[in-house]
């Protein structure tokens, strides 16, 4: 068994937009409140982060998170990477990455390797190819997936894969997504965008690869009020929310 928190559901903006007076940023509704996407897996007593944004001292504290093994980093961007330092409480922590985005966050966070003060995180950095490894004794499948032009890593652990920030993806790659019980994957907005998959990309996306449940991430304060956009989803997709804890 295994357990996922959704700590972010937002784009990269979050939600509400900075200065938008629209009806989903205006709305009281915590499910319509987005911080940055990221979420915790929970296997096997491990507890795995997937991304760390700019909102993981803020999503810590709001899920008690008072233990990390290891962060599966997707890709490069600031809303993915930019809370690293907000690492420092959870002692030498494991980074896995592919090689560009491992070169961006030793650039970005370069006092924190090789270092041994006490007031800084202490990062570990382990850099991935698109083949499986392992994570003490769990098998990490990564995913490649296009951002546009920039590559980028889905993971499959088990049944269970988490895919953000994709706009098209191999033939090859897609069946590494087949026989899932849980994906969960980018879904920006119901307009076309050309670095992310709109809904409807998403869903052609989920009719092809047919897992059980599906959960929408990274979504735009666009797509509206989430009790009004979940009601134009088919029944085994849902638009994920920041808190959220699902059993896969």
Known sequence: M?????????TST??????????????KDPKDRRLRSS???E?????ILLDCGPDFRQQALSANLKKIDAVLLTHKHVDHTLGLDDLRPYGRVRIYANQETNDAIHQMFSYCFNNDYKGI???????IKNE???????????VLIWHYKLPTFGYRINNFAYITDIKTIDKEETEKLKGLDVLVMDALRWEDHFSHMNVEEALAL??????KETYFIHMSHTIG????????LPEHVHFAYDGLTIEI
């Open 132 to 142: 499986p490894f392992m994570i003490d004794d769990i098998r990490v499948t990564p």
């Open 225 to 232: 009020l989430h009790e009004e956009a979940q009601k134009k």
């Open 2 to 10: 295994m357990k996922l928190t959704f700590l972010g559901t937002g």
């Open 14 to 27: 979050g939600v509400p937009y900075i200065g938008c007076d629209c009806e989903t940023c205006l709305s």
């Open 206 to 211: 989920v009719r092809e690869v047919q897992p």
């Open 43 to 47: 296997i096997n007593g491990k507890n």
């Open 39 to 41: 979420s915790l897996l």
């Open 121 to 127: 995180p202490q990062l570990e950095t382990h850099v």
